[in-house]
DNA sequence: CGGCATCCGTGACGATACTG
DNA sequence: CAGTATCGTCACGGATGCCG
């Protein structure tokens, strides 16, 4: 009867011999990998998260913030004063979820032709899909991205590929403008650059090699 | 009060438009992701799927299945007689999550370091690791594999890679007899074949090019 | 017997209110 | 600002029953 599951692997494990099933018993709860996608684009505070999540109730990010510093995932820092705060960032572990991220959003991007009026964006959304396309050119820096939503920032070359929210640290490489619509039809493969650019739909300024390269794509 | 959802995306979509929430719209819920890894393996009846997944209940695996159907990511076909039952299988769409069930299986391949007696084990469950690496060798053709617990296949090459639970339809290119533990370190790139053969705890037949390029990694 | 539908207890989730 | 507390609701897991 009582059947006491003697402190299982988490909460609710798949109890299963394999990988895939392993990283789901990590990530698989509703809201962890989204909170993912946030750090990803940098360090952030429980406030910004909440803010960026919208619908996610506060206990449960905290719930999940939890979990995610258990498994390694996450650290949280404090801030040195004056702003005083914690700040919650990726661990190396939790970083290498990107191809996982990467993976969801190109079978997912299909289904970003229908908007609805209800739903939320932030820039940075557009990076994951475009990270894909971006990283495919064999090149290597920084491109600034600049949409009508907001700006960020997208680092390929070596595999080490990254996104950001905002301007990079550094300094950009090459700088792209245009609306979320072209990021989209990019990121899904439906729009070359060059196409974009020629439809002035799309700005590209940088002449390094990276500029070059995405005028070329 | 009442705040009725005007019909939502789907029963609880995060209602972000991004190519990732929109993935996880899809596949985020619980079992979703391993029913489509089940069916990667080939068609499954209802029953097949219940007894390959313990731990989910009847009513949850029936209202997966309708879902998956809704989105588009699985068929129901009716078997010809006297078999007659019905199979679910994938449509191109849900073969699509592939890419989406590799990167969690390499994210979550550490994890298969630490297993549990109640850890319940399927052969083909293997495959979405080794399919990572087979690949990555850049040859093209149909790789058996037998474990002590069962037997699966991979097919490689083109781009078009794919498992199957036991043998494949085809003739196998080479045949990779090895056990459980030495199969979940080459998944972790931990263990090459070569390295395993060496040490006797691989064998490989197949004196194609597959065979070549398995004994050599 | 395979393929579900129904019922029920528990736990996860979402919204709001409240606190250090 | 960064959560914790509370509460209603719904999803999940387990068992059982029905129907072809």
Request: net charge neutral.
């Amino acid at each position: 009867m009582g059947r006491t599951p003697p402190a299982a692997r988490s909460r609710r494990s798949y109890d299963q011999y394999c990988a895939a099933a392993r990283a789901l018993d990590a990530v698989g709860d509703r809201w962890t990998l989204l909170i993912v996608r946030e750090l990803l684009a940098g360090p952030r505070r429980y406030t910004d998260l909440h803010a960026d999540l919208p619908g996610v109730s506060t206990d449960v990010l905290a719930s999940r913030l939890k979990d995610m510093e258990r498994e390694g995932l996450t650290t949280r820092r404090r801030l040195p004063p004056p702003s005083a705060a914690y700040v919650y960032e990726l661990t190396e572990r939790g970083r290498a979820l990107l191809p996982v991220l990467q993976a969801l959003a190109t079978w997912g991007a299909p289904a970003l032709q229908e908007r609805a009026p209800t739903d939320a964006v932030r820039a940075h959304w557009f990076a994951l899909p475009l990270l894909r396309v971006l990283a495919g050119l064999g090149v290597e820096g920084v491109v600034q991205v600049r949409l009508d939503e907001g700006e960020f920032h997208v680092r390929v070359g070596g595999g080490a590929e990254s996104y950001g929210d905002g301007p990079a640290a550094e300094a950009p490489d090459a700088l792209l403008t245009l609306d979320a619509e072209a990021c989209v039809e990019v990121g899904r493969g439906a729009l070359t650059v060059a196409e974009g650019v020629r439809a002035g739909r799309i700005e590209v300024s940088g002449e390094g090699v990276l500029g070059k390269a995405l005028r070329a794509y």
